[in-house]
């Protein structure tokens, strides 16, 4: 018996179906075993951490741990090629090549990740969760469906607490194929949710202003001080990309396979004298926006550039991860400081939200992916400052 060939609509169906479901089981393992490697944070530096607050160990504590970490580290990578965990658009880049994803050091390069992440390194989850799902999922399928392999990697970026993040990632030079990451990347929002629950997911930050000022002198002043802003959040990124650079052309790891031990040493240091300039970020914003964390001026612009050279220290020196949550925390905490420098242009919002759009402008090839992650990341924090932060930014790099 010959079976008619399926429909487009039932083919559009079950296509969705399976997309579904791969960015469910995507989202559900990053979720579980970043919030396992979370909770092992959480253990090492204190309970304090986890709320976005400084830890309370001692510099002989931080850096006892941050040294041994990187110890681990070195011994992971020692002699090993390939055995770095990728940053998150490298494994994006991989999936779009027609030979697929090269996974032969996958294991190596997950553990790496989860013991950066645990370290306190200058780093965010992201680059972990996409290489861990797509190496468990190039396992199970040996890479014979490579969109639902994009769907599953989709699924895992659900931990922005956005469903457009992992569309405007993956789906950045194939649109025809939104469909499918699409429904993935909602599976995967529905697998963080059963670890996080629904208490603040879009509630944003209780306390601090969203709307853009009524009063047409206030809406000038806020518009210039977005200016300003996406012309720091311009310079700053470029500060990290040069820095990185620099940094590459040294080959510091390929020449000393020591050296996570001596930035795990300047990590823990960091986590003891400027303790912003440590971890990824994502839990610090709320507390210095709302002032629960409080930090003189020229603490927090300080701590902002550390963090910011932090983060590309960190991924060239064998503590990789992801850059997004440590770059956007520290754009944002430089906003805050340039408006306690001039605090009658503008309000903290704009000049926070502001250097932040710029910055993602100079970081991402995607304007769209970077206001995604900037609203997403900022709950909606300063919305307006941060459009127009992200277009000065864009400006800016394209006259450079």
Sequence with gaps: ??????????????????????????????????????????????????????????????????????????????????????EMSETLAELRQPEGLDTHQGLRQVIGGMLALAGGGTLGPEALMTRLVAVASHAIWKGADS????????????????????????????????????????????????FYGLSDLGEGMRGVPYAWPSDPSQRIS?????????????????????????????????????IPIGTGLLIGLCLWGLPLAGFSGENQLKPLVLQEWRLGTSVLVLSA??????????????????????????SSALGMG??????????????????VGGCLAVLLNSPLLGLVLGLTLLQGHGAGALVIGLLVGLILQRRH
């Design 1 to 86: 018996m010959i079976h008619p060939p399926p429909t487009p609509a039932r083919s559009l169906l079950v296509g969705t179906a399976r997309a579904l479901l791969a960015g469910a089981a995507g989202g559900g393992l990053a979720a579980l075993v970043v919030s396992s490697t979370l909770m092992l944070q959480t253990w090492i530096w204190g309970a304090s951490v986890a709320r976005g607050l400084p830890s309370d160990r001692s510099l002989l504590w931080c850096l006892a741990w941050s040294g041994t970490i990187g110890i681990a580290l070195s011994l992971l990578q020692r002699r090993r090629s390939g055995s770095e965990l990728p």
């Design 147 to 194: 969109d639902l392999l994009a769907a599953a990697m989709a699924g895992s970026l659900g931990l922005f607490r956005s469903p457009l993040v992992g569309g405007a990632a993956l789906a950045g030079h194939q649109w025809q194929l939104i469909w499918r990451w699409l429904p993935g990347t909602l599976g995967g929002l529905a697998g963080f949710v059963a």
């Design 222 to 258: 806020a518009l210039l001080a977005a200016m300003l802003a996406g012309l720091a959040g311009w310079l700053a990124g470029q500060v990290i990309k040069r820095w990185r650079h620099w940094l590459q052309q040294l080959r510091l790891l390929e020449r000393f396979w020591w």
């Design 305 to 330: 550039l550390v963090k910011l050279l932090m983060v590309g220290l960190c991924l060239e020196t064998g503590w990789r991860g992801g850059q997004f949550f440590p770059v956007i925390l520290a």
């Design 338 to 355: 340039l408006h306690e420098w001039i605090p009658w242009i503008g309000s903290i919002d704009t000049w926070s939200a502001g250097v």
